[in-house]
């Protein structure tokens, strides 16, 4: 009896499946413009010409993310370039089973924030700041650097900045 059931309903679920496939196949692919990647490492162009340079980008941690997405080696990368590895990164993680890290605007990429950073450049970028709102952000970022470096020892500061601390590398300013 079950077995006749399955055979009845069984054109029904293929349809059913092919269908849905169909569907899925007319949707267009996800747009990676404003996910995490992008914003985040866009924060870094410095003088907001669309073109991120590898001096730009004073985040260590993300410059192997700025060599793949440099397959053209120009030196520099797009949103786009950065788009299309977010696309590429999220298919394989998909592929692997594992949920995908570059979906959507948002911090929660990078690692932990650069102890006495201020505001980061994702976060700049994300509140769409004034020119003179960045302008005081930068002299109070200047004023607090200061501060941290009358209150800790040389030896300290270099270690606070030094690679090998936990997040890696130097500040991102």
Known sequence: MKRALLLLFLPAIAGLLGAASAVAADQPAQDYSKSRLVVRMMAFDANHDGKLTRDELTDARLHRLFEQAD???????????????????????????????????????????????IIPPWARERLKLTTEQSAQIDDLQKQVDRRLASILTEGQMKQLHSPGRPGGGPPSR
């Open 71 to 117: 397959v053209e080696h120009k030196g520099y990368v797009t949103a786009d370039d950065l788009a299309k590895l977010a696309a590429k990164l999220d298919a394989e993680t998909a592929d692997n089973g594992r949920q995908d890290r570059f979906d959507g605007p948002g911090p929660g990429f990078g690692g932990p924030p650069t102890p006495g950073q």
